[in-house]
């Protein structure tokens, strides 16, 4: 059953293993719920009769997918049919082939890698309509991504109905958000079509939100499409805002080191009353590990901007910040002064420095000392991919820079410290600074495995005794 869920053929290798197998197979509606639509209509017309009256989960993505399917069969693997290109044509009719069943499916994914004309309008046609057979009453989780769409047309999706939607991801679309469809949402990956920008983008995500105020998790993505100019103009009333009481997790992403100015005039107007994490990212293929000359004090300014704009983080726990979002270190010290339930804060990626970090100690320890009531005491420091910090550096600091002092409240203002794939650091060196007097616990992870320090001290030992020379213990 779990193969099924990501391998399509999986259902049709089970039925050529023995008679038994093939007979509890055909037995099993739920195997052939998923419907990856390509060429081969036949076979997916016969998994759709096969399937008897089970929810479906239907797919229209890159077939390269499976082509790195985990299958342990290669014969699997080997059957599955590249396809990196797909014009309007066959969008139109491999969802098509589908389309007598709307009222079964349970999910719906579509995906365009490349770029063709008109995909979006031939792809979703089939569920643009008006009357009881667009609904959809089965269906909990859409997917539609097409980061190269240039049709501005919008789309009304399952005649407006669609009570079990749970789950959106949307990128490059642009749809009609309508109560029914999208009032009951909790979880939604937003990245913006980049047909409008600015105020006039960030009013039209949060009508949305409007709608859906239900959500509890939230990832945002505000991109600046070159050449995109307002072709939608929207406005947002300047004393309003959008709360979202249910919200636990919100993720904004940027491009590289452009940080929008939609973004500001978003957090201005959300409030986010019970939120815990709160994740500020790059996109994987967007990641820019060096600074550009000269666009420093730039993304500095907004930094500043987005800072002011954001909202009351009183609950906030977790706070997570890479590359671009490191840019500038006095962004992450003045954070830090606004978010005092905060316990676990998780940094990454080489814009972190040894002077970085010793400030940063300085403005955990004076976060520390400023609490009247109960000391701030940061559970979790986490570095990820820091390759600019060194052991002596983090020695020093586990060892000297974490005590509070014997203010209202002594103790220390970091319990925990976890350094995960650090290149360039000596264990040799952590691990005699592992242990120290402040009481803060030093861990270390390389290649995504924690690092055992007993059976280091037992590989050391065993090296210098037969070989008389100290260990290279440093990062690969």
């Not at 570095?383 to 209202?408: F, M, N, P, S, Y």
Request: aromatic letters at 10%; glycine letters at 4%; a positive charge.
């Amino acid at each position: 059953m779990l193969g099924a869920q990501n391998d399509p053929l999986l259902p049709l290798t089970a039925t050529h293993v023995c008679k038994s197998w093939r007979a509890l197979a055909l037995q099993t509606p739920s195997l052939w719920r998923l419907i990856s639509l390509d060429g081969r209509l036949r076979l997916w017309k016969e998994y759709l009769r096969r399937s008897r009256q089970c929810t479906l989960d239907i797919q229209l993505v890159p077939q390269s997918r499976y082509s790195r399917s985990t299958s342990p069969d290669p014969r699997s693997r080997s059957r599955t049919h590249g396809r990196y290109y797909l014009d309007a044509q066959s969008a139109q009719l491999y969802v098509h082939c589908a389309a007598p069943y709307i009222s079964r499916w349970r999910s719906l994914e579509i995906e365009f890698q490349h770029y063709a004309p008109y995909l979006w309008n031939a792809a979703l046609s089939a569920c643009c309509g008006y009357g009881s057979r667009f609904y959809t009453p089965q269906l909990q989780s859409l997917t539609l991504i097409h980061a190269n769409n240039d049709d501005t047309k919008e789309f009304t999706l399952f005649g407006g109905y669609a009570p079990r939607l749970r789950h959106v991801t949307l990128n490059g679309v642009r749809l009609t958000w309508l109560p029914s469809l999208f009032s009951n949402l909790t979880t939604l990956d937003y990245t913006h079509h980049g047909f409008t920008r600015g105020s006039d983008a960030a009013a039209e995500l949060l009508y949305m939100l409007k709608i859906s105020n239900a959500l509890r998790e939230l990832k945002v993505s505000l991109p600046s499409r070159a050449g995109a100019h307002s072709s939608f103009p929207c406005t947002f009333p300047a004393e309003e805002s959008v709360v979202l009481p249910y919200l636990t997790e919100l993720s904004i992403l940027i491009e590289g080191t452009d940080l929008p100015s939609a973004l500001t005039h978003f957090m201005a107007h959300i409030s986010i009353p019970n939120i815990h994490t709160f994740r500020l990212l790059v996109k994987p293929n967007m990641i820019v590990t060096r600074p550009t000359r000269g666009g420093s004090s730039d993304i500095s300014a907004r930094l500043r901007q987005f800072l002011k704009a954001l909202p009351r983080l009183y609950t906030l726990r977790h706070l997570e910040l890479e590359y671009a979002w490191l840019s500038d270190p006095r962004f992450i010290y003045m954070l830090l002064h606004v978010v005092p339930s905060l316990t676990h804060l998780t940094l990454r990626g080489p814009h972190i420095s040894n002077a970085i970090l010793f400030d940063l100690c300085n403005t955990l320890r004076a976060r520390y000392r400023s609490s009247s009531r109960y000391p701030l005491v940061l559970d979790i420091l986490e570095l990820d991919r820091c390759e600019h910090v060194t052991a002596g550096a983090l020695v020093d600091i586990t060892k000297h820079q974490l005590d509070a002092g014997t203010g209202r409240h002594p103790g220390i203002c970091v319990r925990n410290i976890h350094v995960k794939d650090c290149i360039g650091l000596d264990l040799m060196t952590l691990k005699r600074g592992k242990y120290c007097p402040s009481g803060a616990d030093l861990r270390v992870w390389k290649n995504s495995e924690e690092v055992n320090w007993k059976m280091l001290h037992t590989k050391t030992t065993i090296r210098t005794h037969r070989h008389r020379a100290p260990l290279d213990s440093s990062y690969s």
